[in-house]
């Protein structure tokens, strides 16, 4: 069985994208010609170690020590041998119970005790330094007391990679003048009166720095995946998503009514077997042609530290003539030579990607996201993006954010600011990672990805660490189960532009000595003695 002839494009017979069957038909011009002669750049090395058996027992046994704690404090609060400080659920007969059983004694009980390390509030633009809210818990964590100080950190936890988290320069003044013209709000969606000047500026723009004919723009970039991909898929289509891929991703795809397949994390072979039985066996039951197969996968992910393998699902997209959505929330801005994403650092045609999304939040310093491609797709999103259709627009301030920050990425304004960004950006990644892989940590993800992981396992080195650090002036995130498999939790480290060597220098030192302090050097690997240069 194979895919339908006439359902060879995104949309049925409403899109001319040049991929599967149309890609192979379509007169070879000039600018294909020079496409093929491109070679991709060469991908980063990975770096993934296996767990440490000794860590792996320990973990599995602190879970364990968790879990028999938790039933017997469960117990005493349900007697009133100790005192509650949660909602109690009525028992009351034939309602089901809001709360799910294993999540909410997880919470009481796991999470609770390390909610100080979690969700920490703070008083400041997320830059190079960061003012952290200081919160005092007199109850075990259940509730905290704000005394009212503030404490300055180094920031390793934003994802400000570009470093445009601002409150002042050129940037910030043409945002203040977009609200004396625009005012700071819509109130209407894109199609009513929602729908300004601003906004098309944006969308050109962003279409002309990613390469493509037409772009989308959303307010919210979680909602730019869960809304939009229920418009590209429906029952009869066949989604493939990286076992990795994002919330946001896996709620669009449940949201479609497509069958969902799950492929290994960056696994090729993997993938093109589920391809070749996708395209063999056809749909359930009946055994029809799939609609449409879309390939679903994130340039960088964001608990990995990985870059995905973009030649080669091209490759496999053009074989089994599948289609191709990327989502670059962590790339766009990060990666490549020009800060054109993941693409970009691959030295690849945007035209082979079916669907380019990406979010404003993070290189950009604002909100929102976008999805790009060919303008019939765009088109009819435009129609069926229950984003566009139904929620507020994106406000004119955050608009002009995006517009003036893609400006000097893109060095037409800055005189060469937004390529210095990028340098120092990638300067920064490549020193911070060696360092911690010298120190003796397990560092996960590519080399040159601003995302780095540093391998944890045990629950209670997540509050030692960030404790640890905060403590001595460095802020960072910890993530453990259910964000991360069981056995894997980890501290994440977000490199930025802002970041100097000396702040880099700073960091390291802390993060040293908190790795002999809590046993954290793992790695089994040979550590270099080579002075690393920044």
């Keep these: 069985m194979g895919l339908k002839e006439e359902d060879t494009t995104i949309l049925d017979k409403t899109s001319n994208c040049c991929n599967?069957?149309?890609?192979?038909?379509?007169?070879?011009?000039?600018?294909?010609?020079?496409?093929?002669?491109?070679?991709?750049?060469?991908?980063?090395?990975?770096?993934?170690?296996?767990?440490?058996?000794?860590m792996a027992l320990s973990t599995y046994l602190s879970y364990v020590i968790l879990g028999i704690f938790g039933h017997i404090r469960d117990f005493m609060r349900s007697t009133g041998l100790e005192e509650t400080h949660m909602s109690t659920e009525l028992d009351r007969k034939g309602y089901v119970p809001l709360y799910q059983s294993f999540e909410s004694f997880y919470t009481r009980?796991?999470?609770?005790?390390?909610?100080?390390?979690?969700?920490?509030?703070?008083?400041?633009?997320?830059?190079?330094?960061?003012?952290l809210v200081d919160r005092v818990s007199h109850d075990n964590n259940w509730t905290f007391v704000m005394p009212g100080t503030v404490t300055k950190a180094i920031n390793m936890g934003s994802y400000n990679y570009l470093g445009f988290a601002e409150n002042s320069g050129p940037v910030v003044d043409e945002v203040q003048r977009s609200i004396e013209r625009y005012g700071s709000g819509t109130c209407s969606s894109r199609h009513e009166l929602g729908t300004l000047a601003i906004h098309q500026e944006l969308e050109e723009l962003m279409a002309r720095f990613l390469g493509v004919e037409a772009c989308l723009t959303v307010g919210m970039g979680f909602a730019t995946n869960s809304t939009n991909i229920p418009g590209l898929a429906q029952k009869g289509c066949l989604l493939l998503s990286?076992?990795?891929?994002?919330?946001?991703?896996?709620?669009?795809?449940?949201?479609?009514?497509?069958?969902?397949?799950?492929f290994k994390h960056n696994n090729m072979k993997d993938l093109e077997r589920k391809l070749r039985d996708a395209i063999v066996e056809g749909q359930p039951r009946t055994h029809r042609p799939w609609k449409k197969i879309i390939i679903i996968?994130?340039?960088?992910?964001?608990?990995?530290?990985?870059?995905?393998?973009?030649?080669?699902?091209?490759?496999?997209?053009?074989?089994?003539?599948?289609?191709?959505?990327?989502d670059e929330a962590h790339s766009v801005g990060a990666l490549g030579p020009k800060g054109r994403g993941v693409v970009d650092y691959f030295g690849l045609d945007p035209r082979d990607i079916d669907l380019l999304m990406g979010t404003f939040t993070k290189s950009f310093g604002a909100a929102g996201g976008y999805i790009a491609g060919s303008k019939a797709v765009i088109d009819h999103l435009r129609a069926q993006s229950h984003s566009f259709c139904y929620a507020a627009s994106m406000t004119a301030p955050v608009a002009q954010q995006i517009i003036s920050t893609c400006r000097v990425i893109m060095g037409e304004t800055g005189d060469g600011e937004g390529q210095r960004r990028i340098e120092r950006l990638a300067r920064n990644t490549h020193y911070f990672r060696r360092r911690l892989q010298q120190m003796g940590f397990i560092i996960y993800g590519n080399e040159d990805s601003p995302v780095v992981p540093l391998m944890l396992y045990l629950p209670s080195k997540i509050a030692g660490l960030v404790r640890y650090l905060m403590?001595?002036?460095?802020?960072?995130?910890?993530v453990g189960f259910p964000a991360t498999p069981l056995l894997e939790a980890r501290a994440r480290f977000c490199m930025s532009a802002s970041h100097t060597k000396e702040m880099l220098d700073q960091a390291l030192s802390v993060i040293d000595k908190a790795g002999d302090y809590l046993y954290l050097k793992l790695s089994r690997k040979k550590r270099s003695t080579e002075e690393i240069v920044y």
């Design 471 to 478: 403590k001595r002036g460095v802020a960072t995130v910890g």
């Design 242 to 262: 990286d076992e990795l891929n994002h919330a946001s991703l896996i709620l669009g795809c449940r949201l479609s009514g497509a069958t969902i397949r799950v």
């Design 109 to 131: 009980n796991v999470y609770r005790r390390i909610r100080d390390c979690l969700n920490q509030p703070i008083c400041s633009v997320p830059g190079a330094v960061i003012d």
């Design 297 to 326: 996968v994130e340039g960088v992910y964001s608990m990995e530290g990985s870059i995905v393998m973009l030649p080669e699902i091209i490759a496999l997209k053009k074989k089994y003539r599948a289609y191709v959505y990327l």
């Design 20 to 54: 599967g069957v149309a890609h192979s038909e379509t007169p070879k011009n000039e600018s294909n010609a020079k496409h093929e002669e491109r070679k991709p750049r060469v991908r980063g090395k990975d770096y993934f170690e296996e767990t440490p058996l000794l």
